[in-house]
T-cell receptor
Framework: GESVGLHLPTLSVQEGDNSIINCAYS??????FIWYKQESGKGPQFIID?????DKRQGQRVTVLLNKTVKHLSLQIAATQPGDSAVYFC??????????FGQGTRLTINP | KAGVTQTPRYLIKTRGQQVTLSCSPI?????VSWYQQTPGQGLQFLFE???????NKGNFPGRFSGRQFSNSRSEMNVSTLELGDSALYLC???????????????FGEGSRLTVL
């Protein structure tokens, strides 16, 4: 079925540390995954995506890892900053234009 | 360029009423999708429109409907409102269909509906 979930609902890290947000998905046929960031009062904002033919993709301070064997996705944020505080969602493409979102992880950065 | 614009940003309705929400996609974008966001269910796909045609629909009752106009602007309507319809309704646009090829889906800031 269509199900994308997150292991932890909240994550608190020290400013400057690295953060890792995890996500499990259930549809082994999914070929495209996206991480979104949602700040309070705003809509989700695209962070990074990855296709199923890749294991890793890097952006600016962010890295997404895909493990298709265990259907696991993770988002790594390097040197977290106060502006990284937000709710992070993973999303799985299940149709041409349809995404199934995880429940989200709230990331809090401690000074 | 302007992002996805949703109106109204906030609205309060009572049970049994109906509501219409509007979405103006980014200029040049032809695909518009709608999502419902609630604390309990998270982000859930409602429907997607492309070239004035509904291309995909989520698991929502028939009280939820939408349409797209020739200028790609979209509206969604919820009739006979229930308390559980209280949510943030998000609109997202992309230039074409096929996310893996087109990449980003740009979201608006949403319309927050409260049903009393």
């Amino acid at each position: 079925g269509e199900s994308v979930g997150l292991h932890l609902p909240t994550l608190s890290v020290q400013e400057g540390d690295n953060s890792i947000i995890n996500c499990a998905y259930s549809n082994s046929a999914s070929d495209y995954f996206i991480w979104y960031k949602q700040e309070s009062g705003k809509g989700p904002q695209f962070i990074i995506d990855i296709r199923s033919n890749m294991d890793k993709r890097q952006g600016q301070r962010v890295t997404v890892l895909l493990n298709k064997t265990v259907k696991h996705l993770s988002l790594q944020i390097a040197a977290t900053q106060p502006g990284d505080s937000a709710v992070y969602f993973c999303a799985e493409k299940v149709g041409a234009q349809k995404l199934v979102f995880g429940q989200g992880t709230r990331l809090t950065i401690n000074p | 360029k302007a992002g996805v614009t949703q109106t109204p940003r906030y609205l309060i309705k009572t049970r049994g009423q109906q509501v219409t929400l509007s979405c103006s996609p980014i200029s040049g974008h032809r695909s518009v999708s709608w999502y419902q966001q609630t604390p309990g269910q998270g982000l859930q796909f409602l429907f997607e429109y492309f070239s004035e045609t509904q291309r995909n629909k989520g698991n929502f009752p028939g009280r939820f409907s939408g349409r797209q106009f020739s200028n790609s602007r979209s509206e969604m309507n919820v009739s006979t409102l229930e308390l559980g319809d209280s949510a943030l309704y998000l609109c997202a646009s992309s230039r074409w269909r096929g996310l893996a090829n087109t990449g980003e889906l740009f979201f608006g800031e949403g319309s927050r509906l409260t049903v009393l």
